[in-house]
């Protein structure tokens, strides 16, 4: 129930309230000035507090393994101060009847070490299972408020109460199941971002009972697999609570009240601290007549969640619902106006509970720790959830759909994924591994930041991609579809270097002695995982040993440079330069038109003549153009590559268009 939306004295919250469900009976009792309580309310009363009368204990179950590690997290706390976590694990075990008297031992040690003496709070009335909802009222709004503030991270951003059924967005963010299915399918968006559900979400098929052809199915809503076992294993008494109270929303939309109450009793009992529970069962109770009990619950849910309601500067809640002078409605508020003295604030952060272990347990808790782990057998890094509800590292899930655009679990279709190339981490996946596991996180990280850093070095274990010739300050476009070398470009985009090497295959060394460094442009993705790449060349390499790593070729390279000449022998080369480059140039302009422009619509037009040739270390541009456009065989083309003298490079050009010419003629 988000906010209270209907005509009643206390209005229904929108949860019970999508479907605009009014109940004419409780208006009309309240028109007539009828604030007492129902009879057949009255008699069913507040929820039952969890007590067992003396003599009616039933003996505890046999201890499970789970309980026992239970028991040991509860004494550990206790050990350790954290009194509060420890007694709701104690709670947990009571409930599940496997908590004697003797096991309390190290509690009782704990509390006579921990209370100054004359300060010990005195026990409540009645039995040790007191519910803490009356605990929260004789303790005051503060320490209420404090007791349920570590559930928040848990919390739907939609209903505000525990998550239940979890569903992870492709946007990153996780509301309840229940939450995201209501109203109309089209108009379905995120809370957070605003953004439609039907941009976001896969759809994987068509509807069974669509009513006519080609009617596309909505977007299917699958539950986080993660992190709804996750939360079921850690907190099962809210989980089940949560979703007690969205089938209790149900019955009273469908004017089942009595079956509502029964579902909203057994989810306070199981999630006493929730104050949404309490609101929510307030306006049953007031739909039911029963105004004592709905008041009841109604103070409870602002002692627990005293900044949750918007209150108006009025006289209290008990003042204006019962006032001293006479029992009817509040001057001025007619029962056909909806009531807004208890409405949900919107909540502006997101905070991750404490839970019930600590940092140092949680790591050692395997309950937390292995759900956090998967492909890689590491802790999830950058956690990304398909559409199907599974969660996996960006990294790991990039990596498998480079092979098939499949989930790697249940092997539904994410080709619509792959397509789109966005991927929104899931922000409180993240937020509880930060907050559990800080030391793994950081671990995790440290590894991260290496990997990358490694994969940064253009010195050592320099990517290889083995496939053309390739030369300095020339264009070259490269169609992308390998597995391996989807990795490889991928990498290299996201450590920032943007390079790889090029170099020729060899059938006996697995590629060429020499080679091009080649820097990334600009990539264009296709739906189906294929790219093509806009690189031109940077600097020539010499291999000095093969690697490989993850699928493609890997090297130890040094960097190759011409040999600079001064004096008589600069002069001789630059008059060589000269004749060469015109030379070149009247070749290139007594090709045919059509082979002109294929050349230039590939390479782009000539280089200029430079000025000095020696200034540039590879030499000028226009001879690595004309090695590029000239009709040579790639085993002619290389031993050009690994010259460091630019006399030898421009003779050999010289010679090569001497003999095209004399071809030619």
Known sequence: MDSFQTGQMLSLPAELGSNNLELAEPAASAARGDTGPHPEAAREGPAPLPTRPPGQEQPPRASTPECKVLLKQADAL??????REALEVYRQLSERQQLVAEQL??????????????????????????????????????????????WDGFKCRKC??????????????????????????????????????SALMVATGRARGARRAGQ???????????????????FPGPARASQLRHEGNRLYRERQVE????????????????HLLYSNRSQIYFTLESHEDALHDAEIACKLRPMGFKIPNTPPVSQRLFPPDAQKCPPGLSPEEPWQALHPAPEG???????????????????LFLPFLFLNFRLFYEPVTTPCGHTFCLKCLERCLDHNAKCPLCK??????????????????????????????????????EEMEELSNLNKNVPIFVCTMAYPTVPCPLHIFEPCYRLMIRRCIETGTRQFGMCLGDPVKGFAEYGCILEIRNVQFFADGRSVVDSIGKRRFKVLHQGQRDGYNTADIEYIEDQKVQGEDCAELMGLHNCVYEQASSWFHSLKSSLKNRILNHFGPMPEKDADPQINPNGPAWCWWTLAVLPLESRAQLPFLAMRSLKDRLNGIRRVLAFISRNQN
Do not use: W
């Open 78 to 83: 206790a050990s350790g101060g954290r009194l």
């Open 105 to 150: 031992e190290q509690l009782v040690r704990c509390l006579a070490e921990n209370v100054p003496r004359g300060e010990a709070p005195e026990p409540p009335d009645g039995s040790l299972a007191v519910s803490c909802a009356v605990a929260a009222e004789d303790a005051g709004v503060a320490t209420a408020a404090e007791a349920t503030e570590v």
């Open 160 to 197: 505000h109460g525990f998550l239940s059924d979890p569903v992870s967005l492709s946007c990153g963010h996780t509301f309840c199941k229940l939450c995201l299915e209501r109203g109309r399918a089209a108009d379905r968006r995120c809370a957070l971002c605003g953004v439609k559900l």
């Open 216 to 234: 596309q199915a909505p977007p299917p809503l699958r539950v986080n697999v993660v992190l709804s076992g996750l939360l079921g294993k850690l």
């Open 259 to 274: 079956a509502a109450l029964l579902k909203y009793n057994e989810a306070v009992r199981l999630a006493p601290n929730d």
């Open 349 to 367: 952060g997101r905070q991750i509970p404490a839970g019930p272990c600590s940092q140092a347990q949680a790591r050692g808790c395997p309950g």
């Open 412 to 449: 539904d279709g994410l080709s619509q994924c792959l397509a789109s190339r966005k991927y929104s981490k899931n922000v409180i996946m993240e937020e509880l591994i930060a907050k559990f596991l800080p030391e793994e996180l950081k671990e995790r990280r440290r590894l991260y930041e």
